[in-house]
């Protein structure tokens, strides 16, 4: 697996307290100082352990190694051979990308190499003139002085800690050889620990073996249920036949067409998307079709339709429920044909596409109403695929939180701000009619603002705010989620006393999923008493 790349600093910082001038005999200076680095370093490894997420426990050790030796770059990986194949995560600081690169050239041969072969620190004041490197490419290239390096957790090595370059001698001593091996021996049982959560909930992620055969991009969510609808992605991708997406509004089908467009045989292709419902009776033939010179008042030259611009890659007619009869017959004639006349042109052309259909219609009830034609109701469902409610995926509404407050920080040039617990829980368990869609809104508007009003954390009161200007207080007037809330809470707790607290007799009662059980149990903070 391709290795995480975490940020990347470049200018260290200095020790907490490394400021304070001590007063003394120049021994006593040293040992102060000495004292307070070791006070520095167990003071942020204990805030360090606090950490439960890799990527910025990677970050933040490495900034703290770099910090406590003076170092000028640093470069620190962790190594999990677990979980049915190695996997890689590293973050670097002080290099430049064509730098990095080089360092990572030494993982397999040199210094690097050599620490982790041998599981013993490594210190030289020039890996450049010392024997045992310098006949390395990469040090040779790279020009490496002084360099220290040390494997992190001995049985077998987690990963590396390496150092290169010091300030402002140069060179490290064996003062820092023993400060970097300490922070080593500490360290191995927080990345350890890390690592092992990060495999369980790799294990837990229902999509992981599809995403490692599909291209997912910005598809968020690991649930069950989300990999029920890769799985049918997957098998109808490849086959260049046309699809119906059916789902409610906001579920993401026009995401989902873009899923199976790129893992297609089309995928070099252009990707075009109609709406539909805002093309009219009398303009479909010349937005599909496109128009010879002449053939209206406005064709003063010819224009290409959708068809001639998606010519070898994908159309998603996105609510095509929304097309009147007369756009139905011409849309079936395409399907069925492959081919097409030009508003005004009596040539034929050939339409080498590919149809998605999405709809949130319930065409059955449409064509029995007559508001959609049966013969394109069947031409269409050839291979259905329905996109799921959020609510059906509930495991997925943190990731997608949080990945919504990122998007939304990026667009908006705001602080990437987290959401308290109790947040957390009203986003999981309120009723999404909109659904994602309509979650990535409230997110967006939440991070607004929490951000406006100086939080430190997204609150319920910024997720679900009193919608009346100067009104009375939450907790006197409850709004509707609020109210939703209480009754699901209320409701949980019931049905689990009522069973003595057997998940699966309540989730029989409750008549849901155990695993949407234990999700809600989660969210609403119920304990058995």
């Not at 069950?224 to 699809?243: F, H, K, N, R, S």
């Not at 009723?431 to 100086?454: C, D, K, M, P, Y």
């Not at 409701?491 to 607290?501: C, T, Y």
């Amino acid at each position: 697996m391709t290795p995480t790349s975490i940020l990347h600093r470049t200018s260290p910082g200095s020790v907490d307290g490394a400021m304070d001038a001590p007063v003394g005999t120049p021994s006593q200076n040293d040992e102060l100082l000495r004292i307070r680095r070791e006070r520095d370093l167990y003071l942020r490894l204990i805030r360090l352990g606090e950490e439960n997420d890799l990527e910025p426990f990677l970050e933040e050790a490495l900034g703290l190694v770099v910090d406590i030796t003076g170092a000028r770059q640093g470069y620190l990986e962790l190594i999990d051979d677990g979980g049915g194949g190695e996997r890689r995560w590293w973050s670097g600081r002080g290099f430049s990308t064509s730098e990095i690169d080089g360092v990572r050239a030494l993982l397999s041969r040199g210094i690097i190499a050599e620490a982790l072969a041998s599981r013993q620190t490594i210190l030289t004041g020039s890996a450049a003139r010392d024997p045992r490197f310098r006949e390395f490419d990469s040090v040779r290239g790279l020009a490496i002085d002084a360099v220290l390096c040390a494997p992190i957790g001995t049985d077998p090595p987690l990963g590396v800690v390496y150092l290169q370059g010091r300030s402002p001698s140069g060179v490290f001593a064996e003062g820092d050889r023993a400060t970097v091996e300490e922070f080593a021996h500490h360290l191995a049982p927080f990345a350890d620990r890390l690592l092992q959560h990060r495999r369980r909930r790799d294990e837990a992620d229902a999509t992981r073996p599809l995403r490692a055969r599909l291209r997912l991009d910005g598809v968020v969510g690991r649930s069950a249920t989300l990999a029920a609808t890769l799985q049918q992605v997957g098998l109808v991708a490849p086959l260049d036949v046309d699809v119906l997406l059916l789902g409610d509004t906001g579920t993401g089908k026009t995401q989902l067409a873009r899923v199976i467009h790129d893992n297609s045989r089309r995928a070099a292709g252009p990707f075009v998307v109609v709406n539909c419902a805002a093309v009219p009776d009398t303009l479909f033939e010349a937005e599909m079709f496109g128009a010879a010179a002449g053939a209206h008042s406005t064709a003063t030259h010819r224009i290409d339709g959708k068809i001639a611009v998606g010519q070898g890659g994908t159309i998603l007619l996105d609510e095509v429920a929304e097309l009147g009869v007369a756009s139905q017959a011409k849309l079936l004639q395409i399907i069925q044909s492959k081919q097409y006349f030009p508003l005004g042109s009596n040539k034929l052309a050939s339409a080498d596409i590919r149809i998605i259909a999405a709809t949130n219609v319930d065409l059955p009830a449409a064509v029995a109403a007559g508001r959609f034609r049966e013969d394109l109701y069947y031409r269409l469902l050839v291979l259905p695929i329905r996109v799921p409610s959020l609510a059906e995926r509930r495991d997925d509404i943190a990731a997608l939180a949080e990945r919504f407050v990122q998007v939304a920080a990026e667009r908006h040039r705001l602080p990437v701000v987290g959401f308290s617990p109790a947040a957390a829980r009203a986003l999981q368990v309120a009723e999404w009619s909109g659904n994602v869609r309509q979650l990535e809104h409230v997110v967006q508007a939440a991070l607004i603002r929490a951000v406006g009003s100086g939080a430190q954390q997204i609150e319920c009161t910024h997720v679900f705010p009193d919608p009346r200007p100067g009104g009375p207080p939450v907790e006197q007037h409850e709004t509707f989620q609020e109210a939703t809330r209480r009754f699901q809470a209320g409701l949980v707790r019931q049905a689990l006393e009522d069973s003595h607290w057997n998940v699966i007799e309540a989730a029989r009662r409750l008549d849901i999923a155990r695993s949407h059980l234990y999700t809600l149990i989660r969210a609403f903070g119920l304990e058995r008493h």
